[in-house]
């Protein structure tokens, strides 16, 4: 069982230089409202994936001290976080990032993600990586290309308060599984995919 009942936690003593794995480590604390991070040492974290998954209550959480220059998956990292409104990713280092999908999944108090500092080059994995997402407004991507993304399947489902998308620095060469990527964001009225290839899709269903 996870410590869903604890409201704050304490782990600024916490030794962290030799972690390779913080995967699902605050996963399941749906009650918890603060999480001081800015003395984790992180920079030999591989996975990260889960990390804060159902944290339902925490509506901020500082992660710009967080050293991610060797992460390979954030896989449903943010998922279900209720009201966590904004993420500073300034600091962010994706560029060895293999898997984002549900990153942000069900992060419903989100009204805007600026991701430009982050690099897609080597991310294989997009599903459901914004999917019920239903405050968010804006996105700002990076000048990072897609090459080696294979699955964006439901990225932007259920995506119902967004207006526009730019995604003309996606690349999607590799990607095989299109499935209900803008299915449900009815609010879109303007969507660039100038760059979008279609090739080596297998499903496209539902995409719009």
């Keep these: 069982m996870h410590c869903e009942s604890l409201t704050s936690l304490d782990v600024s003593k916490f030794n962290t230089e030799n972690v390779e794995d913080m995967s699902y480590m605050f996963s399941g604390m749906k009650k918890l409202i603060s999480l001081d991070l800015t003395k984790f040492d992180t920079k030999n974290v591989i996975y990260m994936s889960n990390m804060f998954e159902d944290c339902q209550k925490l509506s901020s959480l500082d992660i710009s001290k967080l050293n991610t220059k060797n992460v390979i998956e954030m896989g449903s990292m943010f998922k279900n976080c209720l009201v966590l409104k904004s993420l500073d990713f300034s600091n962010f280092d994706t ?29 294989i994995h997009m599903s459901y990586m914004f999917a019920f997402c239903t405050s968010l407004e804006k996105i700002e991507f990076s000048g990072s290309k897609t090459y080696l993304l294979e699955d964006m399947s439901y990225l932007f489902y259920r995506c119902s308060s967004l207006t526009s998308l730019d995604l003309s620095n996606f690349y999607t060469s ?4 299109m499935s209900c990527i803008f299915e449900m964001a ?17 499903i496209m269903t539902q995409m719009f």
């Design 95 to 123: 560029s060895k990032v293999k898997d984002m999908s549900n990153m942000f999944y069900k992060a419903s108090a989100m009204v805007s993600l600026d991701l430009s500092k982050f690099n897609f080059n080597k991310v």
């Design 174 to 177: 590799a990607v095989q599984d």
């Design 186 to 202: 009815q609010s879109l009225t303007s969507l660039s995919l100038i760059n979008f290839d279609t090739k080596e899709v297998k």
